[in-house]
């Protein structure tokens, strides 16, 4: 099983910035995709940004220039960093992990931080 526990949402202006972060912990063999989702009020959960095992990174349109995911395979964390933010990027943010077991390979997902920009 893995647990993943995700940090630094809030409330921040439009053109801020906020860093999320997410831990992964638990018994488990290997971890591989990690990444972010989004989920904004009466939308459907989106693909933010995913990052490999050898760190190669994929974006979603709406983030390409303004995150950048990042990964510490030693410490089994994730972190996005968000700049420029706009009143669109509101949502609840959800870290992902592919993870492997004893009990074989599943997608693991943490209990979401809340992300909004306003002024």
């Known amino acids: 099983q893995v647990q993943l526990v995700e940090s630094g949402g809030g409330l921040v202006q439009p053109g801020g910035s906020l860093r999320l972060s997410c831990a992964a912990s638990g018994t488990f063999l290997s971890i591989g995709d990690m990444g972010w989702y989004r989920q904004a009020p009466g939308k459907e959960r989106e693909s933010v940004a995913w990052i490999t095992s050898s760190s190669n990174t994929k974006y979603a349109d709406s983030a390409k220039g303004r995150f950048t995911i990042s990964r510490d395979n030693a410490k089994n964390t994730v972190d996005l960093q968000m700049n420029s933010l706009k009143p669109e990027d509101t949502a609840v943010y959800y870290c992902?992990?592919?993870?492997?077991?004893?009990?074989?390979?599943?997608?693991?997902w943490g209990q979401g931080t809340q992300v909004t920009v306003s002024s």
């Open positions: 992902y992990a592919y993870a492997a077991s004893n009990m074989g390979s599943a997608n693991y």
